[in-house]
């Protein structure tokens, strides 16, 4: 009842607030600045002490920022390249290739699909495009977070050339003039408003110095800061019954604004209160077991990168953090490093948006940027003084060096060889996700529910969907997310169950969604049973998806063979008497599939994938489909299809050169597990 009445006191208050938006009340845009915050000191003398204690409390000083450029020197070619890219207003968003936005920046523009919001109207009025789509109201989003503008920092510093300043002051002022407080898209949500708080002060840190940053861009940009302040304060997302993310990165913009910018008179309260709460709120986000509860690994990449970060500046200034916030912070850490697959890379799991909060690496290739996580565990490697961490975390330091310095440093040069600490099997019981590495073979299993308390926001319908990978080849993937209300057909699409590597009855779906909402799922049927055994080097898992209506369900089996590096896998949908379906999603790096003597040959590079059928009374091809590897960002794939009756199909997935290779191992697999899966084998006519 309690939790009832709060909830509705927030929406009341979100209402009254709108209402008086068009006035300016509540907002802080009508407010006097000069007379608020520089309270008659001298505008150089103001500005003087902004610098001052903006240099107290990030993460580098002037001097110190001259070291952690040399750390990161490996990245300057690419950094002045992007740089200079954004010099030409070329920007790749959503897209693979960089794309011309022309002279001036169309801030409140889908340049994707052409279609403009209009500035002059209040930002509540500002909407995702309405079903079928047609448009992407992440677009003008994206591009009005400003990560790229940390590049240009990163390139004056670097190079010390004042055409990367220039560029970025005359953005700033270009969006400023373009975006008046509380109007247009891009204040239409408050988490975009926070991410740009975030990297406009990241990038301010690489600029400060520069003389092209006059006074009065300076008296400017320190205004609209404060007034991006006031307008998260009083625009918080926690209105609807479950906050998610969203309000988390609310707390983070507040609390980089709070530490600082010290002289803003409701710093201390922004810092204090953003902290306490970002605390508090993590823990109800996180489950005890470290997985978010958005059942989505990209959305647990961007809520730990935002913890993270949050953490390290206040360790920075000092700031105290809960026992109980770090252990879970820590546990999702372990998660995180778990989900990684050897190639540095974790499964697509539920909705991927290319979410972050910062870019402080350029990755090459780029799209490793969308799922890669190993930067963060650099972080945390030093934070938590965890050595596995830092082992897992490779190579990829530069997120650590730019926060932690010297800290990073010294750790890194102690920690772990690659691939020393991952074996067996983990499993997150609260989260759903059941991960086994072994030297032959990676193999993911996501066994949870919808997630975000029941409502599915970022979930798909992938109960007992797999993932598998080997010598480093990401071989079964997920499908990503092609699109959110730009399109709702390929949103939905994505989220189906035909988009995973799932056995179903011929057209049934896990859960119940309408066409027309997006960003929901009527949790429809559950897990009724996971489990998993060891003997020696043999791994078992099961689970059984019952839809609540009874009509359908699936039963699951996983055998994993640690000797031959060969994992079978039994399917068997219920009612038996309707026809099933499989799907099998192969990368889009796998080039090549052919058939020949019942066995499927998938070609990547020098690695070649084998999967046969084993039941009977079963037909299987291979037909064209396609996978996102980032937001919107799509490639052709292939999918493995087999229609089945009886209501049980079973078949092997491994790696081998060689046919004759291939059918001896294959042999062997099937005579160890016959102890474990005799009545299945027999009953579906693999063994005699």
């Known amino acids: 009842m309690e939790q009832a009445i709060n909830l509705l006191i927030r929406k009341a208050r979100r209402f009254v607030q709108r209402s008086m938006d068009h006035q300016g009340y509540f907002t802080g ?29 990030f993460f580098f000083t002037p001097e110190e920022r001259q070291m952690r450029l040399s750390l990161n020197a490996h990245q300057q070619e690419s950094i002045l390249q992007n740089a200079d890219q954004i010099l030409r207003h070329e920007i790749a968003l959503f897209t693979e290739t960089p794309v011309a936005l022309g002279a001036r920046i169309p801030w409140h523009t889908d340049y994707l699909s052409g279609y403009t919001w209009d500035s002059k109207v209040p930002f509540y009025r500002c909407l995702p495009a309405p079903y079928p789509g047609g448009y992407d109201i992440k677009v003008p989003w994206e591009l009005s977070r400003f990560q790229f503008g940390v590049w240009l920092g990163m390139a004056y510093a670097f190079s010390g050339q004042e055409q990367y300043a220039l560029e970025w002051v005359r953005l700033i002022e270009d969006w400023i003039a373009c975006n008046p407080t509380g109007m247009g898209v891009n204040w239409a949500c408050t988490m975009d408003v926070a991410i740009r708080v975030v990297n406009w002060l990241w990038a301010y840190a690489f600029l400060a110095d520069s003389p092209l940053l006059s006074p009065s861009f300076h008296f400017s940009f320190i205004r609209s800061l404060w007034e991006h302040g006031r307008f998260i304060e009083r625009h918080l997302e926690n209105t609807m019954r479950v906050p998610s993310n969203h309000y988390l990165a609310n707390l983070v913009g507040l609390g980089y604004l709070g530490t600082l910018m010290p002289l803003f008179p409701e710093a201390l309260r922004w810092r204090e209160w953003s902290w306490g709460e970002f605390q508090r709120e993590f823990l109800r986000q996180v489950y005890e077991d470290g997985v978010s509860f958005e059942a989505s690994t990209s959305y647990h990449r961007l809520v730990m990168e935002m913890a993270l970060s949050l953490t390290a500046l206040m360790k920075h200034n000092r700031v105290p953090a809960q026992h109980a916030f770090l252990q879970r912070l820590e546990k999702m850490l372990e998660a995180l490093m778990y989900l990684c697959q050897p190639n540095g890379t974790f499964p697509l799991i539920g909705d991927h ?4 909060l910062h870019r402080l690496k350029m990755y090459n290739p780029p799209e490793k940027e969308w799922s890669d996580g190993r930067h963060l565990l650099a972080v945390g490697a030093v934070l938590f003084q965890r050595s596995d961490f830092a082992g897992a975390a490779g190579r990829e330091w530069e997120d650590a060096l730019w926060m932690l310095g010297n800290d990073a440093v010294s750790f890194m040069r102690t920690a772990l060889q690659e691939g020393d600490f991952l074996n067996g099997v983990r499993v997150f019981p609260k989260g759903g ?37 080997s010598s480093g080849v990401n071989w079964i993937v997920d499908g990503g997310t092609l699109s959110y209300t730009g399109d709702y057909h390929s949103y939905h699409l994505s989220r189906s169950t035909a988009m995973h590597n799932l056995a179903r009855v011929v057209g049934a779906e896990q859960n119940c969604h309408d066409e027309r909402i997006p960003f929901r799922i009527i949790q429809s049927g559950r897990i009724t049973d996971f489990s998993w055994r060891e003997e020696g080097d ?20 996983w055998l994993f063979d640690g000797q031959s590096g060969i994992l079978l896998i039994a399917d068997h949908v219920y009612p038996s008497s309707k026809p099933g379906e499989l799907f099998l999603h192969l990368n889009w790096g796998v080039n090549e599939v052919t058939e020949a003597q019942g066995i499927f040959l998938c070609q990547s590079g020098e690695h070649r994938l084998m999967i046969q059928p084993l039941s009977a009374h079963s037909s299987w091809w291979v037909e064209m489909g396609k996978m996102a590897i980032g937001y919107r960002i799509i490639r052709p794939s292939r999918i493995i299809r087999a229609l089945f009756n009886n209501g049980w199909v079973v078949y092997a997935i491994g790696e081998a050169q060689q046919e004759q290779d291939w059918r001896a191992r294959l042999q062997s697999t099937l005579y160890r597990g016959r102890n474990i899966w005799e009545r299945i084998l027999l009953d579906t006519g693999c063994l005699s």
Do not use: C, M
């Open 29 to 57: 845009w009508n407010a006097d600045f000069e007379k608020v915050v520089v309270r008659g000191k001298d505008r150089e003398e103001f500005l003087s002490r902004v610098r001052e204690q903006f240099w107290q409390r």
């Open 353 to 356: 948006d290319n979410g972050r």
């Open 433 to 469: 996700w059941w991960v086994s590495h072994h030297p032959k073979g990676v193999l993911t299993i996501e066994w949870g529910d919808v997630g975000h308390a029941g409502r599915g926001a970022h979930a798909h319908n992938d109960s007992l969907s797999f993932t598998f990978s």
């Open 538 to 557: 043999l791994f078992e898992a099961q689970g059984y998806f019952l839809h609540w209506d009874q009509v359908h369900a699936l039963e699951r089996r």
